[in-house]
């Protein structure tokens, strides 16, 4: 990699946007060499292995260069992108010139220190950056199920009516296909390079559409048998798949996820207990709730309820709310209650929380109940938004499942699981009669929690539920 010797020319390295994280992955850029830029904009978003996040540059400047392409996994403390910050329309530095390496560029170092002073903490890691190869147009493009497509897309591709034309493989030194960053990313989670795609938009641009028709176009057509060869009976289906795997990088938030389930799956000893419960008050006093003033625009389900109902059975019982100390050997008992709440996104599953969520009225828990749900869906989640919480609530009755034995969120004591909520012959005042119920599941670590004080926790949720009075008499 050419060194940038002039003085005016700054390199912003990738910061630790998180706590100890040491590599993150380039989304999307928002400038390009050339641009101006002024202290504060957003340059960049980026994939941690907690969440996406913005970057903003710290000084102004214009662009001299973009180290690495979208898709790159680059160290924290390399040089992500050159900015001239003497006022100068400096002009990009030839392709030949960028890096094709992970040595990072030099900066000076702060005055007094032998740390690297970057945006959000210090770049520490100075081990090579993994750059991604590039399929050759000679790889048979990898054929992703509809239902992963769908996934990514949001829709189910469509066939297309006919194949079309393969697209010669760019030159060495030609300019980048045009695409948009949502584009650019389903080729990549699909394998398809685009300099191999024919551009349909206009001006030349690469559409989706397009790059489903290369991955259409790169599966080999299968050909029809010989009328004779086997009874119609064992030949196989032509809805048949002709490819049989799909490989998925397990990388950022899944990543992350998968290492801390394990990890505590196999450190603290769970246990699971069940309680089937009638909560047809609590869906009526839903209803009521929605309609009463004081919660006008707020989100008013029944989470927010069973959120509040986990919360007095916490105050009832504060015991459970704590963490296991394996370094000290002790119990630390938490005074607070940060509750986090299970949230399934497209990059995978988070467990943000909300903090000091014992101190908050219904209404105020409902309005952070809503927060959460919107940044998470938005794929805006902090990493800090995601540290702290103490025990969490996971609703699986969102997708008809009737429980589960969840997993302790790492570092917490308790996760309740609420299953779905639906009709069902109960007996009631003595009659049979269709009442809502649904099905809780405790999972606690039995280290600290024992079968007597999680099953006082569970039993509390299930009154509440079934009594919503209760939330008054016993807050």
């Known amino acids: ?33 050339g641009d101006t830029v002024t202290d504060g904009q957003v340059v960049c978003e980026v994939e941690t292995a907690k969440a996406a ?31 001239d910050v003497g006022g100068g329309s400096a002009a990009p530095a030839p392709a030949a010139e960028r890096p094709t390496s992970a040595e990072p560029a030099e900066e000076p170092k702060a005055a007094g220190s032998g740390r690297q002073p970057v945006l959000v903490g210090y770049g520490v890691a100075t081990s090579s950056t993994r750059r991604r190869p590039r399929k050759g147009p000679e790889v048979p493009v990898r054929q992703a199920s509809p239902a992963i497509q769908t996934e990514l897309n949001g829709h189910a591709p469509a066939a297309p009516a006919a194949t079309p034309p393969a697209a010669p493989a760019a030159p060495a030194g030609t300019e980048r296909p045009l695409a948009k960053p949502p584009v650019r990313k389903l080729a990549k989670d699909l394998g398809v390079d685009l300099t191999t795609v024919v551009p349909t938009g206009p001006d030349g641009i690469i559409t989706r559409e397009d790059v489903h028709a290369a991955v259409a176009a790169a599966v080999p057509a ?6 004779a060869t086997a009874p119609a009976a064992i030949q196989a289906p032509a809805s048949y798949d002709t490819t049989r795997e799909t490989r998925i990088p397990v990388k950022g938030v899944r990543k992350a996820t998968a290492a801390a389930m394990v990890g505590s799956a196999f450190t603290a000893p769970h246990v699971t ?25 707020l989100r008013v389900n029944p989470l927010l309820l069973i959120a509040k109902a986990l919360l007095v059975a916490i105050r009832r019982n504060p015991d459970v709310n704590a963490s296991w ?10 005074h607070y209650v940060n509750l986090g709440i299970a ?51 996971t609703n699986v009755g969102v997708f008809g499942v009737d429980t589960g034995t969840p997993i302790l969120n790492p570092g917490e004591s308790a996760i309740l699981a609420v299953g779905a909520i639906k009709p069902q012959p109960w007996v009631h005042k003595g009659k049979v009669k269709p009442r809502q119920v649904t099905t809780l599941a405790l ?23 079934e009594q919503p009075k209760r939330l008054i008499t016993w807050a």
């Open 343 to 393: 949230a399934a996104t497209p990059r995978g599953l988070i467990v943000p929380n909300i903090k000091d969520a014992h101190a908050k009225t219904l209404p105020q828990l409902a309005e952070s109940l809503g927060e959460l749900v919107a940044t998470a869906r938005d794929g805006k989640t902090s990493p800090a938004a995601m540290q702290g919480g103490t025990v969490t609530i």
């Open 1 to 33: 990699m050419t060194t940038m010797t002039e003085a005016s020319v700054r390199e912003f390295k990738m910061p630790d946007v998180g706590e100890g994280l040491t590599e993150a992955e380039i989304l999307k850029w928002y400038v390009q060499p």
């Open 443 to 465: 999972s606690f670590d039995h280290r600290l929690v024992d079968g007597e004080l999680g099953s006082k926790v569970l039993a509390d949720v299930a009154a509440i539920l």
């Open 222 to 227: 299968v050909p029809e048998p010989p009328a």
């Open 53 to 83: 996040v913005e970057l903003p540059i710290p000084y102004d400047g214009v662009v001299r260069d973009l180290h690495f392409p979208e898709g790159t996994t680059v160290d924290v403390g390399t040089a992500i992108i050159a900015v």
């Open 325 to 334: 100390d394996e370094a000290a050997q002790e119990i630390v008992v938490k």
């Open 273 to 297: 207990e069940f309680v089937t419960v009638d909560v047809t008050r609590t869906m009526k006093l839903v209803e009521e709730l929605k309609a009463d003033k004081e919660f006008t625009g």
